[in-house]
């Protein structure tokens, strides 16, 4: 058994290394490019096989599985063949090249054989050959089908259809799976925007849109049948160059009367086109013909082709699968009858992938968020118990029905809440911790709709014996007027909130939830309970003072208004005061507010958001609507998931680290402003 094993370890081995071998050639310039493109794939298989791998042992632990020996088998064998190729770039020879990963060959095929010992079928062949068809420098336009179309390049772009086919590629050499790549593309999101889903080229060459659809959550994640058409289309695409590429080689060496043949899959969903290119016979060079008129070398001509080309030489007999069938039309009609597919959608649609219904969509865009969540806090080392207490508060998709369907699950809550009762004292009343997660958790969710990425502070508390306070909430009332606070957050994350506030809170909620929009008050009321919520995401840790004390109420002020601000446009009421940002302008050669700061109830540390978009507007030279938005990207990443010591214990580092996120090209600039402009 041992003995078998280790043969079928070498076989696999040397198939690999072969593959990459007959590819290298030093004495072109050609020959050097697609050298350099093969170590490049490599070397990204190598980064997504080493993320796989350790998410497989975050998942499962040391124990070993089979889905975990198939990925290490596949690592070694990529970084063997990594090496080997490295050799021969230094202008080594086959045999030194050989040479020089001697010792490398015998631990890899010794490994290997314990792994397919264990694991029987866990050690398969690298596929260097079907990846690199994708090699943009050397294939060309023929890298992928999608480069082949103009409407696909006016909807993808060449940069998006590089990164897709090099996931592709990638996924191919790491031995994933369809699901996985189909994933990959989702987690991509795919084009956003006004997006062309219907258009077509016209003869001189340029593309009319027929269709468009707004997508604010990219083209992937709201269909996601589209991104597995592209990966079963492509996918198909390269294992057939390749053996195409095989083909000519058999020609040339072995058989000089080699010819190609193409045939379709016949069931109820083969498509007219096809039934047309079915047995076609031809010299490699020549071209096949479907009913749709296209003429290419070797399929997919089309995406979703189900076709495949074999070899063919004159005098070989007929299989059953290859032969001409008789009424072979007849027949598929007779299927599709039967199936109840008499109409069939455009030849450039041909998947019978039926479009998902709103419950489908909805839960692949969860099942999405969720795994890139997982993905991205593993990714900065959290244990597994805390990634799930982490996904409870994942958000939804961002529609008005999504929303109010939070708002009722918190509504309940929130009304029994504020009838709670407290004393005149100023003694703090503690809200039960069922009842304070509910509201707490319901609120993160809320705004990791808006910010998925959005991190409460207490999971990013990751020292022995911390005790996390996030679901904390505490009712209170103070006598002294002049003293009075709608909320406050102690620095530990609980939340203590004035009865008003409470009120204001629970009616905001209950209008969402029953299908009306809030008023004024009760959106400032709901603002108000939203940024006390952010500051459980900052990265601030103590009592800080000065201008770390400013940066922390004008951040966390300034996401609170951006996520009030997006929830009104969600269920369609108008921008309420508290969702209001400070238009930032330029009047000569100063930066500076349209209308002067005032604060007030409406728009709290109106000074302090004000100084904090001045100072990150003349630090970047940006202004209105532009300095707007690149102010929400930045804080929606200092907000974000953040590695457990992110928490910074002095002004300084807090400072600092908070402009290294505001301006990454001139961090000290950026702090000297900040303390220009912000002080407290």
Do not use: C
């Not at 690298?126 to 006016?154: F, P, Y």
């Not at 049948?225 to 053996?243: D, F, K, L, P, S």
């Not at 009616?507 to 959106?523: K, Q, T, Y």
């Not at 002020?557 to 508290?578: I, N, Y």
């Amino acid at each position: 058994m041992a003995t078998s094993a280790a043969a079928e370890a070498e076989r696999v081995l040397t198939v690999g290394l072969a593959q990459a071998d007959q590819n290298v050639s030093l004495r072109s310039r050609a020959g050097r490019a697609e050298a350099r493109e093969i170590l490049e794939m490599l070397e990204r298989a190598d980064q997504q096989l080493e993320r796989r791998l350790r998410r497989e042992a975050q998942r499962h632990g040391p124990t070993e599985r089979f889905t975990g020996a198939g990925l290490l088998a596949y690592r070694r064998q990529v970084q063997l063949v990594n090496a080997f190729v490295r050799a021969r770039m230094d202008r080594n020879s086959r045999r030194a090249a050989r040479r020089n990963i001697r010792q490398g060959w015998f631990d890899t095929v010794g490994l290997l054989g314990n792994l397919e010992q264990a694991y029987s079928g866990s050690v398969r062949p690298l596929r260097i050959n079907t990846a690199r068809m994708m090699n943009e420098r050397t294939r060309g336009v023929q890298a992928s089908l999608l480069r082949q179309h103009a409407t696909s390049m006016d909807r993808y772009g060449e940069e998006m259809e590089r990164t897709m086919r090099q996931t592709l590629q990638s996924n191919l050499l790491a031995g994933g799976t369809f699901s996985q790549a189909v994933d990959q593309l989702v987690a991509m999101r795919g084009p956003r925007g006004r997006v062309s889903v219907a258009a077509r080229e016209l003869g001189d060459g340029t593309v009319e849109r027929i269709r468009l659809e707004t997508i604010p959550e990219g083209l992937f994640r709201r269909h996601r049948w589209w991104a597995m058409r592209i990966v079963r289309t492509e996918t198909a695409y390269a294992q057939n160059a390749a053996g195409f590429e095989a083909l000519h080689a058999a020609r040339d060496v072995d058989f000089p009367d080699m010819q190609k043949k193409i045939l379709a899959m016949m069931d109820n969903r083969t498509y007219p086109d096809s039934i047309a290119v079915h047995g076609q016979i031809r010299d490699l060079d020549a071209m096949f013909r479907d009913g749709a008129g296209r003429e290419y070398l070797h399929p997919p001509a089309r995406p979703n082709d189900r076709e495949v080309v074999i070899p063919w030489r004159p005098g070989w007999d007929e299989t059953e699968t290859s032969a001409p069938r008789q009424a072979l039309e007849e027949a598929i009609e007779r299927a599709r009858a039967a199936a109840g597919t008499e109409t069939l959608p455009e030849p450039e649609v041909a998947e019978l992938i039926a479009e998902e219904t709103p419950e489908e969509l909805a839960a692949n865009a969860a099942r999405v968020r969720a795994e890139e969540r997982t993905e991205q806090m593993s990714a900065h080392g959290y244990s597994p118990q805390i990634v799930t207490r982490d996904g409870y508060e994942i958000g939804t998709e961002l529609t008005a029905d999504a929303i109010r369907e939070q708002a009722r699950e918190m509504a309940a809550t929130s009304r029994r809440m504020r009838r709670m009762p407290t004393t005149e004292s100023g003694v703090r009343r503690q809200i039960t911790l069922p009842m304070g997660k509910g509201l707490r958790g319901g609120i993160r969710r809320m705004i990791r709709t808006i910010t998925p990425g959005f991190m409460s502070r207490d999971v990013a508390e990751s020292a022995e014996g911390s005790r996390h306070q996030r679901d904390r909430l505490t009712l209170i009332r103070i006598i002294d007027e002049e003293r009075l606070v709608a909320a406050h957050t102690r620095v530990n994350g609980a939340i203590r909130m004035t009865r008003q506030t409470s009120k204001g809170v629970a009616d905001a909620l209950h209008a969402l939830g029953r299908g009306r929009n809030p008023s004024a008050e009760e959106w400032q009321h709901l603002g108000t309970l939203i940024h006390e919520e952010h500051h459980g995401g900052s990265r601030i840790t103590g009592h800080y003072r000065g201008t770390a004390s400013a940066i922390e109420e004008a951040s966390v002020e300034s996401r609170a208004r951006h996520v009030v601000g997006r929830l009104a446009e969600t269920v369609g009421a108008d921008a309420p005061e508290r969702a209001r940002l400070p238009n930032i302008v330029r009047r000569g050669g100063r930066v500076e507010p349209q209308v002067p700061p005032i604060g007030s109830p409406e728009q709290p540390y109106q000074d302090l958001v004000s100084g904090l978009h001045v100072a990150v507007g003349r630090s970047r030279g940006l202004t209105g609507a532009e300095l707007n938005s690149y102010m929400q990207d930045r804080l929606g990443e200092w907000f974000g998931t953040a590695p457990p010591s992110s928490l910074y214990q002095s002004e300084d580092e807090y400072v600092r680290a908070f402009a290294e996120i505001m301006d990454p090209d001139d961090p000290p600039g950026m702090a000297r402003l900040l303390r220009e402009h912000l002080e407290w």
